[in-house]
Structure formats: structure tokens, C-alpha cells
């Protein structure tokens, strides 16, 4: 079992990453803060951790990857966290984009559509000793069972925004999703202002797996 040390070589190449990130344009102080707080190189394969500071995706089992880090302090940063918001994540993945949430303060209910890595991170995430609502199954229709949210993340590629993940969410909440082909993806941020008023914003240039499942890439 990899032994989860933090050593200082590690936590300045987390500060250097972090003074990356600023380069590249992300500004929230809390979303670098959190990123620098917690050990990614935790969330990595023994073969690939001396990578784990890289500005880089990388596999991490059943076709998946644990996203880069400035798509994940981007997306972090469009959602605008407030302590004791209630968020929904699509695609669980390796846990560290929903431990990225709670260390904002949020209560994250997240879902994964890969079972055998819904396992692996449900048992990692308890190691870790991060309480997070995981969830196995179709992410493309939500939680309705735990619905309305503040915010609602999607951490896969989407061919459309479903509408079920818009009526998941609070009046004023926000939702940011991926949404392109199955190569390359234009970030979209979506307001919802009233049940009828929805202000759609995107930001193109990114990449990520194939979001699956019913509203999903089949």
C-alpha cells in the first residue's frame, strides 16, 4: 500500500505549481489556497507520482484521468464555492476535484459511471479520511434524490448540457460543464436566474474524456 507522506520536496513543487497556475490566469486565493493544501501526488499511481506536480492530466485507471490542474482550478473558480454550499459533481473520478470542493467548505455529492474506480476512490477517500457522498451510476441524469443544488459540476466531455442537471439546480445556482466533441470541448458556464432565465457563458480550449451514459457519449 503507497504510504501517503508529504515531504517538503513535495509541497514546494505544490507551490510552484500553484505560482503556475497564478501565471496562467486563475485568481480566486481560496481555489490556489486549496490546490496548494492538498497533496496531489496522494491521488496518483506509484508509477507516474514524480509527475504529480505537472500541469498535466494523467490516467488513472479504467480510461479515465485525473484532470490538469488549471482545468481544475478553472472550473473551481467559475463555480465560485461559498462554505456550506450544496454541490453535485459528474464523474468522481480520483476524488481530488471533489476534496478540492470540500476544502472550500462545500457538501459534495459526487457519481461515478466507472464501478471498478467508484471502488478504488471510495476506499481511498476513507483512507484519507475525506467525507464526501459518493454515488455509483449514470451521472448524466444527476441526484434528483438529493436535489435542488448550489452548484453542480461536470468533469467529462458532453456532447449537450443535460436538462436534468438544469432542473437539478437552485435558482441562482451555477453549472459548469464541458461540452464539444469527443476530442475537444468548449468550458460552459451556465447562471440560472429564474426557472425560465438561463445565461450561458463558454470559454473554449479544453479536453477531456467522453462524459457516458444516457444524456451522455454512448
Not at 510552484?16 to 496518483?44: M, Q, Y
Not at 492530466?57 to 454550499?85: C, H, M, N, R, W
Not at 464523474?91 to 466507472?114: D, N, P, R
Not at 436535489?147 to 458532453?158: H, N
Request: glycine letters at 10%; a positive charge; aromatic letters at 10%.
Amino acid at each position: 500500500m503507497l504510504k501517503l507522506e508529504d515531504t517538503y520536496l513535495h509541497k514546494g513543487k505544490r507551490r510552484a505549481l500553484v505560482a503556475e497556475l497564478r501565471a496562467k490566469g486563475i485568481k480566486s486565493e481560496r481555489v490556489l489556497e486549496a490546490i496548494n493544501n492538498l497533496p496531489r501526488h496522494f491521488f496518483f499511481d506509484s508509477a507516474l507520482i514524480s509527475h504529480a506536480y505537472e500541469d498535466k492530466a494523467f490516467p488513472i485507471g479504467e480510461g479515465q484521468t485525473i484532470s490538469q490542474p488549471y482545468t481544475v482550478a478553472f472550473q473551481t473558480e467559475l463555480l465560485d464555492i461559498k462554505s456550506g454550499e450544496k454541490v453535485l459533481e459528474i464523474g468522481t473520478g480520483s476524488g481530488y476535484q471533489g476534496t478540492i470542493l470540500h476544502l472550500l467548505g462545500a457538501e459534495v455529492f459526487t457519481i461515478e459511471y466507472q464501478k471498478k474506480l467508484f471502488e478504488n476512490t471510495q476506499r481511498f477517500l476513507k483512507r484519507l479520511g475525506v467525507e464526501l457522498h459518493l454515488f455509483y451510476g449514470d451521472g448524466t441524469g444527476g441526484l434528483p434524490q438529493h436535489a435542488p443544488y448550489d452548484k453542480i459540476i461536470v468533469t467529462a466531455g458532453a456532447p449537450v448540457v443535460p436538462e436534468a442537471l438544469i432542473q437539478q439546480l437552485k435558482i441562482g445556482g451555477i453549472l459548469v460543464i464541458p461540452v464539444g466533441d469527443r476530442k475537444r470541448q468548449a468550458m460552459v458556464k451556465i447562471t440560472k436566474k429564474s426557472a425560465k432565465d438561463i445565461i450561458r457563458e463558454e470559454f473554449d480550449g479544453f479536453a477531456f474524456v467522453p462524459l457516458l451514459g444516457k444524456e451522455g457519449w454512448k
